[in-house]
T-cell receptor, first 117, second 114 residues
Framework: DQQVKQNSPSLSVQEGRISILNCDYT??????FLWYKKYPAEGPTFLIS?????DKNEDGRFTVFLNKSAKHLSLHIVPSQPGDSAVYFC????????????????FGKGTKLSVKP | GAGVSQSPSNKVTEKGKDVELRCDPI?????LYWYRQRLGQGLEFLIY????????KSGLPSDRFSAERTGESVSTLTIQRTQQEDSAVYLC????????????FGQGTRLTVV
């Protein structure tokens, strides 16, 4: 059963517009969320994160929103640039896990973003 | 080194052979993760090491898969009697600890079973 879900496998956006990538989770014990970006033939690179005590975290063009009641988070990229074209992975971890699961990072399947010039 | 290092970068093996993949995490990182990404798929969790705690092996797909870690350094992922469905990119990541820090990934090992 998928604990972290990214239901949109792909997203296409015009350069300069906003990209919104969505992620849903099922485990209410998750309390730390991260977004990673992955280019072909490279390992994922960390983009931005948010703790469950916050509902928003902003870093330049990237903003992550967390809605704990809906178990939903989203990544906003404004303005989108062609260089943002990549696969974006949402990940979640549980600080107070059990059975050795503390800190384990669970990833979604990713959303491929294409930003067109 | 400055980042997570994985070797080999590419491995082609015959079905039924054993393979060993290596991961050198960032020095001082206590947490180490192995993931697998099959073609067109997402990141599939395999195993997680955190300090001296028992590893979380819940993601290992079969008993042909095993992993070890020496203290807080090198980890090896071993796949015995490889099958064609094992073909994937195997990614290793490490993080300073599990409390609110990001994991840094290596470039991955592309395994092809023929």
């Amino acid at each position: 059963d998928q604990q972290v879900k990214q239901n949109s496998p792909s997203l296409s956006v015009q350069e300069g517009r906003i990209s919104i990538l969505n992620c849903d989770y099922t485990n209410s014990m998750f309390d730390y969320f991260l977004w990673y970006k992955k280019y072909p033939a490279e390992g994922p690179t960390f983009l931005i994160s948010i703790s469950s005590i916050k509902d928003k975290n902003e870093d330049g063009r990237f903003t992550v929103f967390l809605n704990k009641s809906a178990k939903h988070l989203s990544l906003h990229i404004v303005p989108s640039q062609p260089g943002d074209s990549a696969v974006y992975f949402c990940a979640a971890s549980e600080e107070r896990g059990h059975g050795g699961s503390q800190g384990n990072l669970i990833f979604g399947k990713g959303t491929k973003l294409s930003v067109k010039p | 080194g400055a980042g997570v290092s994985q070797s080999p970068s590419n491995k082609v093996t015959e079905k039924g052979k054993d393979v060993e993949l290596r991961c050198d995490p960032i020095s001082g990182h206590t947490a180490l993760y192995w993931y697998r990404q099959r073609l067109g798929q997402g990141l599939e969790f395999l195993i997680y090491f955190q300090g001296n705690s028992a590893p979380d092996k819940s993601g290992l797909p079969s008993d042909r898969f095993s992993a070890e870690r020496t203290g807080e350094s090198v980890s090896t992922l071993t796949i015995q009697r490889t099958q064609q469905e094992d073909s994937a990119v195997y990614l290793c990541a490490s993080s300073l600890d599990w409390v609110g820090t990001e994991a840094f990934f290596g470039q991955g090992t592309r395994l092809t079973v023929v």
